[in-house]
Protein backbone atom coordinates (compact mmCIF):
# COMPACT_ATOMS: atom_id res chain seq x y z
CA UNK A 1 0.00 0.00 0.00
CA UNK A 2 0.88 3.41 -0.84
CA UNK A 3 0.16 6.17 1.49
CA UNK A 4 -1.15 9.76 0.34
CA UNK A 5 0.80 12.00 2.51
CA UNK A 6 -1.19 15.54 0.95
CA UNK A 7 -3.32 15.92 -1.04
CA UNK A 8 -4.44 19.88 -3.07
CA UNK A 9 -6.32 20.55 -5.88
CA UNK A 10 -4.03 22.86 -8.41
CA UNK A 11 -7.21 23.75 -10.74
CA UNK A 12 -10.47 22.94 -11.63
CA UNK A 13 -10.51 19.02 -11.60
CA UNK A 14 -6.91 19.27 -11.24
CA UNK A 15 -5.25 17.22 -8.21
CA UNK A 16 -1.69 17.10 -7.20
CA UNK A 17 -0.50 14.25 -4.48
CA UNK A 18 2.25 13.87 -2.48
CA UNK A 19 2.72 9.42 -1.99
CA UNK A 20 5.20 7.55 0.19
CA UNK A 21 6.78 5.38 -2.01
CA UNK A 22 10.79 5.63 -1.24
CA UNK A 23 12.01 2.73 -3.36
CA UNK A 24 10.38 4.31 -6.38
CA UNK A 25 12.14 8.07 -5.34
CA UNK A 26 15.52 6.32 -4.86
CA UNK A 27 15.25 5.48 -8.37
CA UNK A 28 12.94 8.27 -10.24
CA UNK A 29 14.26 10.04 -12.77
CA UNK A 30 13.25 13.11 -14.96
CA UNK A 31 10.80 11.60 -17.96
CA UNK A 32 9.62 8.40 -15.74
CA UNK A 33 6.19 7.51 -15.20
CA UNK A 34 3.96 5.37 -13.33
CA UNK A 35 1.29 2.89 -13.42
CA UNK A 36 -1.07 3.08 -10.10
CA UNK A 37 -4.15 1.05 -8.99
CA UNK A 38 -6.51 2.28 -6.22
CA UNK A 39 -8.28 -1.00 -5.42
CA UNK A 40 -8.48 -5.08 -6.90
CA UNK A 41 -11.32 -3.85 -9.56
CA UNK A 42 -9.80 -0.93 -10.46
CA UNK A 43 -8.33 0.47 -14.05
CA UNK A 44 -4.48 0.42 -13.88
CA UNK A 45 -3.81 4.11 -14.93
CA UNK A 46 -0.15 5.82 -16.17
CA UNK A 47 0.98 9.12 -14.27
CA UNK A 48 4.04 10.63 -15.19
CA UNK A 49 6.18 11.26 -12.01
CA UNK A 50 6.14 14.70 -11.42
CA UNK A 51 8.61 15.33 -8.58
CA UNK A 52 10.22 13.12 -6.24
CA UNK A 53 12.15 13.99 -3.07
CA UNK A 54 15.17 11.24 -2.82
CA UNK A 55 15.54 11.56 0.74
CA UNK A 56 12.11 12.12 2.32
CA UNK A 57 11.23 9.17 0.38
CA UNK A 58 7.73 10.96 -1.90
CA UNK A 59 6.63 10.97 -5.21
CA UNK A 60 4.27 13.85 -6.36
CA UNK A 61 1.76 12.99 -9.30
CA UNK A 62 -0.71 15.11 -11.20
CA UNK A 63 -3.75 13.71 -12.50
CA UNK A 64 -6.93 15.55 -14.46
CA UNK A 65 -10.52 14.31 -13.46
CA UNK A 66 -11.52 13.37 -17.15
CA UNK A 67 -13.29 10.13 -16.62
CA UNK A 68 -14.60 7.55 -14.01
CA UNK A 69 -10.97 5.99 -13.16
CA UNK A 70 -9.52 9.43 -12.76
CA UNK A 71 -12.41 10.11 -11.07
CA UNK A 72 -11.91 7.63 -8.28
CA UNK A 73 -8.22 9.15 -8.00
CA UNK A 74 -9.50 12.38 -7.70
CA UNK A 75 -11.58 11.24 -4.94
CA UNK A 76 -8.91 9.96 -2.79
CA UNK A 77 -7.86 11.90 0.13
CA UNK A 78 -4.95 12.37 2.32
CA UNK A 79 -4.54 9.02 4.78
CA UNK A 80 -5.90 7.12 1.92
CA UNK A 81 -3.44 4.65 -0.01
CA UNK A 82 -3.17 3.25 -3.55
CA UNK A 83 -3.03 -0.56 -3.84
CA UNK A 84 -0.22 -0.61 -6.21
CA UNK A 85 1.93 1.84 -7.58
CA UNK A 86 4.41 0.29 -9.94
CA UNK A 87 7.52 2.37 -11.49
CA UNK A 88 9.68 4.34 -12.13
CA UNK A 89 8.37 2.76 -15.79
CA UNK A 90 9.69 4.41 -19.55
CA UNK A 91 12.85 5.94 -20.37
CA UNK A 92 14.53 8.79 -18.36
CA UNK A 93 15.63 11.70 -20.32
CA UNK A 94 19.44 13.19 -20.62
CA UNK A 95 19.25 16.94 -18.62
CA UNK A 96 23.14 17.52 -18.82
CA UNK A 97 25.11 19.31 -20.86
CA UNK A 98 22.57 21.82 -22.12
CA UNK A 99 23.46 25.31 -22.29
CA UNK A 100 20.26 26.59 -22.89
CA UNK A 101 16.97 24.90 -23.42
CA UNK A 102 13.13 26.05 -23.88
CA UNK A 103 10.44 24.07 -22.25
CA UNK A 104 6.97 24.64 -23.59
CA UNK A 105 4.03 23.59 -21.57
CA UNK A 106 0.31 23.17 -22.84
CA UNK A 107 -2.58 22.22 -19.65
CA UNK A 108 -1.88 19.13 -17.68
CA UNK A 109 1.10 18.81 -19.72
CA UNK A 110 2.74 21.45 -17.19
CA UNK A 111 3.37 18.56 -15.08
CA UNK A 112 5.54 16.12 -16.56
CA UNK A 113 7.51 19.31 -18.01
CA UNK A 114 8.51 20.62 -14.62
CA UNK A 115 10.83 17.56 -13.18
CA UNK A 116 12.45 18.26 -16.59
CA UNK A 117 12.94 21.57 -16.62
CA UNK A 118 13.91 21.29 -12.94
CA UNK A 119 16.74 19.13 -13.54
CA UNK A 120 18.19 21.22 -16.51
CA UNK A 121 18.21 23.55 -14.43
CA UNK A 122 20.10 22.18 -11.72
CA UNK A 123 22.63 20.99 -14.42
CA UNK A 124 23.60 24.18 -14.89
CA UNK A 125 21.22 24.92 -17.92
CA UNK A 126 19.63 28.41 -18.58
CA UNK A 127 15.83 27.45 -18.87
CA UNK A 128 13.58 29.41 -20.90
CA UNK A 129 9.66 28.10 -20.07
CA UNK A 130 6.64 29.06 -21.96
CA UNK A 131 3.80 27.81 -20.28
CA UNK A 132 -0.19 27.38 -22.27
CA UNK A 133 -3.49 27.14 -20.68
CA UNK A 134 -7.18 27.65 -21.19
CA UNK A 135 -7.79 30.22 -18.69
CA UNK A 136 -5.56 31.51 -16.06
CA UNK A 137 -7.64 29.50 -13.54
CA UNK A 138 -6.29 25.95 -15.35
CA UNK A 139 -2.45 26.94 -15.57
CA UNK A 140 -0.98 25.02 -13.25
CA UNK A 141 2.78 24.78 -11.68
CA UNK A 142 3.31 28.74 -12.38
CA UNK A 143 4.96 29.23 -9.16
CA UNK A 144 7.08 25.75 -9.75
CA UNK A 145 8.48 27.15 -13.09
CA UNK A 146 9.02 30.32 -12.00
CA UNK A 147 11.37 28.89 -9.67
CA UNK A 148 13.51 26.59 -12.01
CA UNK A 149 13.15 29.21 -14.84
CA UNK A 150 15.69 31.89 -16.12
CA UNK A 151 12.32 33.58 -18.05
CA UNK A 152 8.94 32.41 -17.60
CA UNK A 153 6.32 33.29 -20.52
CA UNK A 154 2.57 32.71 -20.32
CA UNK A 155 0.29 32.25 -22.70
CA UNK A 156 -3.70 31.73 -22.19
CA UNK A 157 -6.46 31.24 -24.91
CA UNK A 158 -8.80 34.07 -23.63
CA UNK A 159 -6.28 36.72 -22.36
CA UNK A 160 -6.81 36.14 -18.71
CA UNK A 161 -3.22 35.81 -18.05
CA UNK A 162 -0.24 36.78 -19.93
CA UNK A 163 -0.69 36.82 -23.85
CA UNK A 164 -3.44 36.17 -25.63
CA UNK A 165 -2.98 33.32 -28.02
CA UNK A 166 -0.77 29.94 -28.05
CA UNK A 167 2.31 29.08 -27.22
CA UNK A 168 4.14 28.64 -30.08
CA UNK A 169 3.12 32.30 -30.31
CA UNK A 170 5.15 33.14 -27.64
CA UNK A 171 7.74 30.37 -28.92
CA UNK A 172 8.00 31.86 -32.61
CA UNK A 173 8.71 35.66 -31.24
CA UNK A 174 12.00 34.55 -29.30
CA UNK A 175 13.12 32.54 -32.31
CA UNK A 176 12.38 35.48 -34.68
CA UNK A 177 14.14 37.69 -32.47
CA UNK A 178 17.04 35.51 -32.91
CA UNK A 179 17.28 34.06 -29.30
CA UNK A 180 18.97 30.02 -29.80
CA UNK A 181 18.08 26.94 -28.29
CA UNK A 182 19.77 23.10 -28.20
CA UNK A 183 16.82 21.77 -27.33
CA UNK A 184 13.39 22.77 -27.17
CA UNK A 185 10.93 20.35 -25.06
CA UNK A 186 7.12 20.49 -25.88
CA UNK A 187 4.52 17.85 -23.02
CA UNK A 188 0.75 18.94 -23.70
CA UNK A 189 -1.94 18.31 -25.65
CA UNK A 190 -0.87 16.13 -28.98
CA UNK A 191 -1.87 19.28 -31.34
CA UNK A 192 -0.02 21.53 -29.10
CA UNK A 193 2.85 19.10 -29.46
CA UNK A 194 2.46 18.77 -33.40
CA UNK A 195 2.56 22.47 -33.51
CA UNK A 196 5.29 22.55 -31.79
CA UNK A 197 7.31 20.41 -33.87
CA UNK A 198 6.48 21.85 -36.97
CA UNK A 199 7.10 25.08 -36.24
CA UNK A 200 10.70 24.50 -34.56
CA UNK A 201 11.67 22.14 -37.74
CA UNK A 202 11.93 25.30 -39.68
CA UNK A 203 14.45 26.56 -37.69
CA UNK A 204 16.10 23.16 -37.27
CA UNK A 205 16.08 23.23 -33.34
CA UNK A 206 16.12 19.87 -31.93
CA UNK A 207 12.58 18.88 -30.50
CA UNK A 208 11.65 16.19 -27.60
CA UNK A 209 7.86 15.71 -27.11
CA UNK A 210 6.41 13.36 -24.36
CA UNK A 211 3.03 11.00 -26.04
CA UNK A 212 0.61 10.14 -23.73
CA UNK A 213 -0.52 7.25 -25.97
CA UNK A 214 -3.40 5.05 -24.38
CA UNK A 215 -1.74 2.45 -22.41
CA UNK A 216 -2.68 -0.70 -20.64
CA UNK A 217 0.30 -2.91 -18.84
CA UNK A 218 3.38 0.22 -19.34
CA UNK A 219 6.19 -3.29 -20.37
CA UNK A 220 5.74 -3.46 -23.90
CA UNK A 221 3.33 -6.44 -23.94
CA UNK A 222 0.20 -5.09 -24.92
CA UNK A 223 1.03 -2.79 -27.97
CA UNK A 224 -1.75 -0.29 -27.08
CA UNK A 225 0.55 2.85 -27.16
CA UNK A 226 2.48 1.84 -30.25
CA UNK A 227 3.54 4.88 -31.88
CA UNK A 228 5.16 5.67 -35.25
CA UNK A 229 8.22 7.21 -35.38
CA UNK A 230 10.28 7.64 -38.53
CA UNK A 231 8.55 5.33 -40.07
CA UNK A 232 9.10 2.34 -37.34
CA UNK A 233 6.74 1.18 -34.79
CA UNK A 234 7.87 1.99 -31.40
CA UNK A 235 6.08 1.73 -27.64
CA UNK A 236 5.93 4.86 -25.91
CA UNK A 237 6.01 2.61 -22.78
CA UNK A 238 9.22 1.56 -23.18
CA UNK A 239 10.86 3.13 -25.44
CA UNK A 240 9.58 6.63 -24.79
CA UNK A 241 7.45 8.52 -23.60
CA UNK A 242 10.04 10.94 -24.96
CA UNK A 243 10.52 11.12 -29.06
CA UNK A 244 12.00 13.23 -31.42
CA UNK A 245 9.25 15.38 -32.11
CA UNK A 246 10.32 16.43 -35.73
CA UNK A 247 10.01 12.35 -36.33
CA UNK A 248 6.45 11.38 -34.60
CA UNK A 249 3.48 10.64 -37.02
CA UNK A 250 1.31 12.97 -35.12
CA UNK A 251 -1.94 12.66 -36.94
CA UNK A 252 -1.59 9.02 -36.76
CA UNK A 253 -1.63 9.75 -33.01
CA UNK A 254 -4.48 11.88 -33.30
CA UNK A 255 -6.83 9.88 -35.18
CA UNK A 256 -5.95 6.95 -32.07
CA UNK A 257 -7.11 9.39 -29.18
CA UNK A 258 -11.19 10.03 -31.30
CA UNK A 259 -11.15 5.98 -30.81
CA UNK A 260 -12.97 6.15 -27.63
CA UNK A 261 -14.20 9.54 -27.30
CA UNK A 262 -17.67 8.79 -28.05
CA UNK A 263 -17.26 5.79 -25.36
CA UNK A 264 -15.48 7.96 -22.90
CA UNK A 265 -18.55 10.86 -23.15
CA UNK A 266 -21.44 8.16 -22.43
CA UNK A 267 -19.59 6.69 -19.28
CA UNK A 268 -19.07 10.17 -18.28
CA UNK A 269 -22.81 10.67 -18.39
CA UNK A 270 -23.45 7.64 -16.43
CA UNK A 271 -24.20 8.04 -12.74
CA UNK A 272 -21.18 6.31 -10.43
CA UNK A 273 -22.22 5.05 -6.34
CA UNK A 274 -19.71 4.23 -4.28
CA UNK A 275 -17.23 3.44 -6.67
CA UNK A 276 -19.37 0.75 -8.87
CA UNK A 277 -20.24 1.79 -12.76
CA UNK A 278 -23.59 2.05 -12.63
CA UNK A 279 -24.62 2.07 -16.38
CA UNK A 280 -25.48 -0.59 -18.62
CA UNK A 281 -26.22 1.20 -21.39
CA UNK A 282 -22.73 1.60 -22.73
CA UNK A 283 -21.46 -0.69 -24.84
Not at 31 to 56: C, M, S
Not at 109 to 129: D, F, I, R, T
Not at 177 to 194: D, V, Y
Not at 203 to 211: I, Q, R, W
Amino acid sequence: MYKILDKNKLAPEIVRFKVAAPEVATKAKPGHFLIVRVDEQAERIPLTIADYNRDKGTITIIIQEVGFSSRQICNLDKGDAFLDLVGPLGEPIETKDYDKVVCIGGGLGNAPLYPKAKSLKEHGAEVVSILGAQTAEKLILEEEFNEVSDKLYIATDDGSKGKEGFVTDILEELLEAGEEFELAIAIGPMIMMKAVSELTAKYNLETMVSLNSLMIDGTGMCGGCRVTVAGETKFACVDGPAFDGHLVDFDEQLRRQQFYKEHEAKVKECDHIGGEHQCHKVQ
